[in-house]
């Protein structure tokens, strides 16, 4: 049967950070007056049932002082627990030379976990009691403290969260329930980052997902890991397992190419998503509820759609809002004030708040303060970490009231460290842009494009067009997916257009190179907007020009917007060059007339 627990008059967590809770304030975390009795109350807590002689006590707290002035420590923090925890009732219980905490009123998650683990590793209602000790495992035991005697426990707590993850795994696999398989992998690594057996569960769960270029880039991961921590290499098991999956392994069993046309974001649940570097950046920025994180790439490289797929996996744990300002409406962005409207309405909608505006808004504090004000009251009603994604930044870059707008964004972001304990303690704000801020921004000090964590989104390396055209159904020799990466230079939308039109318009690699630059070609769409886009203002038109005659810029900054606009790109050399190699001979028929 599954394990269960009822509501406990003291919560001690454990894994990962120390936080202790009453059952009659469960939201409120408890202060200590003094370190030493948050490290005795963990000692106890980790012997939960057991009682501990006080002599081993003394000496693993206290090592450095006599014995008298030990009792002394012991005895008051032995007292700062008490004064916290007790109320009515002896929670720290005590008999000779032994201590020990009342098992009746104290739960831990390090009890429950092992509970959890020990039923479903012996198959008692396995899946349930797995998953929700998974839940439970928020990182390595006590992760902030270093003392000696810890690492046996958290060895051992660490060895069961490895035969978890792969049992669960296995068992998610065996049921082809293949999505929460890769979930479940993805969060165990971050949560234990340097599990060796975490690492293999979750290329097995790639493998049997059929998802080449993630297990390869999964295990370089690993090896990347283990040799900059430890100086190490994966283990022989690891590697035969590794090459069993894909070093003799025949390819993967092709899927049906998508009936869609590409275009747009993809679905986040879509087979056809390729996974890279930013994801896994993106799951563990996320994961840690970094304040601010910042998704930076030229357009049409996949931002909204690593967007779309790390908010859903991480509904789980965090409530999500998204706010894409692409799709608000012109009366919207025409004040500041409909503007923050607009921002207030969508984010408490999203998060099921409801908010009245005649009531909360009032006109004579301003647009900046009124939105402050319903974000703050609708995080108060919000339990747990919240993620606030805004897409599509760029829109607001050089809107008259943009610096104000981010200026405010930037406060929250300092709201973090100022107020711990504040409802925006639990707020991750994650925005997405292609245009330089600095260009339009006067003040990048009073904005949150200079702090946080910014994750570069980048096009398709030649290995993820490789997976991408088994995904659709093909299976191209090497020189040919050489060419085809060649041709789009990995951009994410013309990848897809190309095979797309491989599949659905029967031609070959050979004939989409011949009919690349022309009007009526596989990229014909994309190249015409691309002409019009360059053409409507004669400065860039020109600036244009002299990089095709391969003439300095005027401008400096016309680099810069090209390169967000996703024109141009920098080679490993540091040299500008057309990000799509097909740009330059389209280009250069239309506007230099040549070709």
Same mark, same amino acid.
């Given at each position: ?16 950070? =120390? /936080? ?21 109350? $963990? ?8 009682? #501990? ?43 000779? %030379? ?20 020990? $039923? ?18 928020? &990182? ?123 275009? &747009? ?47 859903? &996996? ?88 943009? %610096? ?35 260009? =339009? ?21 030649? $290995?993820? #067009?490789?997976?991408?055209?088994? /995904? ?55 190249? /015409? ?25 005027? %401008? ?8 967000? &606009? ?22 250069? /028929? ?6």
């Amino acid at each position: 049967m599954e394990v269960t627990a009822q509501a406990p008059a003291v919560w001690i967590q454990l894994l990962g950070s =120390f /936080r202790v809770v009453l059952g009659r304030s469960p939201d409120q975390p408890q202060r200590f007056r003094s370190r030493t009795a948050e490290r005795l109350l $963990a000692s106890l807590a980790l012997r939960l049932g057991h009682a #501990v002689h006080k002599g081993e006590l003394l000496e693993a707290l206290w090592p450095a002082s006599d014995g008298d002035r030990q009792a002394q420590n012991l005895r008051k923090a032995i007292s700062d627990i008490r004064q916290v925890l007790e109320d009515g009732s002896t929670v720290v219980l005590s008999h000779g %030379d032994r201590l020990w905490l009342d098992s009746a009123q104290v739960q831990t998650d390090v009890d429950r976990f092992k509970r959890l683990t020990d $039923a479903g590793l012996e198959g008692n209602e396995s899946e349930q009691n797995l998953r929700a000790a998974l839940k439970l495992y928020g &990182g390595p035991l006590l992760a902030e403290e270093e003392e000696p005697w810890l690492q046996v426990h958290r060895m051992e707590l660490e060895e069961r969260f490895g035969q978890s993850v792969e049992q669960m795994i296995a068992l998610l696999l065996s049921s082809e329930k293949y999505d929460e398989a890769l979930r479940i992998g993805r969060q165990a690594v971050i949560a234990a980052p340097l599990r060796e057996d975490v690492h293999m569960a979750l290329i097995r769960a790639y493998a049997s997902s059929g998802l080449r270029t993630e297990a390869i880039r999964q295990f370089e991961e690993l090896e990347s890991l283990l040799s900059n921590q430890w100086g190490e290499s994966p283990s022989q098991k690891s590697v035969e397992t590794f090459e069993a999956l894909w070093g003799q392994r025949e390819p993967p069993p092709l899927r049906e190419a998508p009936p869609e046309s590409p275009g &747009g974001a993809i679905s986040a649940n879509s087979s056809f998503y390729i996974s890279r570097e930013c994801d896994q950046v993106f799951r563990r920025a996320i994961a840690r509820s970094e304040a601010t994180i910042l998704i930076h790439g030229p357009r049409q490289v996949g931002k909204t759609s690593l967007l779309g797929r790390v908010l859903n &996996g991480a509904r789980a744990d965090f409530k999500v809002a998204i706010t894409d300002f692409q799709v608000l409406s012109r009366p919207q962005m025409a004040d500041a004030d409909s503007f923050s409207r607009a921002l207030a309405y969508g984010f408490a909608t999203q998060l099921g708040v409801r908010v009245d505006f005649a009531e909360v808004w009032n006109d004579w504090i301003g647009p900046n303060s009124n939105l402050h004000s319903v974000v703050e009251a609708v995080l108060r009603q919000v339990e747990g970490p919240v993620v606030w994604a805004m897409d599509e930044a760029d829109r607001l870059f050089g809107v008259e009231f943009a %610096d104000d707008f981010f200026g405010l964004v930037r406060s929250w972001h300092n709201l973090r460290a100022m107020d711990s304990g504040g409802p925006f303690s639990r707020l991750s704000l994650v925005i997405s842009y292609a245009t330089e801020a600095h260009l =339009f921004i006067q003040d990048i000090n009073q904005s949150p494009f200079n702090v946080g964590i910014r994750i570069p989104v980048r096009d398709f390396a030649e $290995a993820d #067009v490789e997976e991408l055209s088994l /995904r659709y159904g093909l299976r191209l020799a090497h020189q040919d997916v050489r060419r085809l990466f060649d041709l789009t230079g990995g951009q994410p939308f013309l990848t897809r257009k190309a095979l797309d039109a491989l599949v659905h318009g029967g031609g070959t690699v050979e004939s989409l190179q011949r009919n690349a630059v022309d009007e009526d070609g596989p990229f014909g769409e994309h190249l /015409r907007r691309l002409l019009f886009v360059t053409s409507r203002d004669p400065i860039t038109r020109e600036e244009i020009a002299r990089f095709l005659r391969r003439q300095p810029f005027s %401008d400096p900054k016309t680099p810069l917007r090209l390169m967000a &606009g996703g024109m141009l790109i920098r080679n490993t050399s540091g040299q500008l060059e057309f990000r799509v190699p097909a740009y330059r001979p389209f280009l250069e /028929r239309y506007l230099l007339g040549s070709g």
